[in-house]
């Protein structure tokens, strides 16, 4: 697997990556994190993508030579509490689910510490949709992340997670 920055030319396929997710997610009858509707299918997130995808915090993991996998970082989410630290904030982490269970999820994340490790950051933040059976939660606690703060965005639950990084 290669890890490379990604840009604006990957917004086609990163779209497919949240469309291959929001399919997924509608199977198990679970649209509360991102609704039913593709996201290529919606100028906000389209748009959304694009800022991302420009931002430079854009990661793409690649099987194969196959785009797999997305990691956005950058500062916190706007809706969340600032940190009254210096962090690296995981704004975005998706993967195509033709590659589910292959550890790409893992290796983006893998990636966002030692980012966040060569900027001698100590902290290191994400948040998640915390409804349903709260398996995304779970998720990140197995990557080592830490439950900090649940908060919510209208009706949508979220939880913030933390991991502490030592240089």
Known sequence: ??????????????LKMFDSAVAWLVGQGRTGQWGSVPFSQLPERIELVTDQASSGGMRIAEVDGRPAGCLVV?????????????????RVLVID??????????????????????????????DCYAGDDGRLVKYYESQGFTRTDPFKVGDWPGQLLEMRLTP
């Open 1 to 14: 697997m290669k890890i490379r920055i990604g840009d604006v030319r990957d917004v086609p396929a990163v």
């Open 74 to 90: 950058g500062s916190a989410m706007p809706y969340v509490p600032p940190a009254a630290e210096p962090e690296l904030y995981v």
């Open 97 to 126: 689910q033709a590659f589910a269970g292959r550890g790409v999820g893992s290796a983006l994340l893998r990636r966002a510490r030692e980012e966040a490790v060569e900027q001698g950051l100590p902290l290191l933040r994400v």
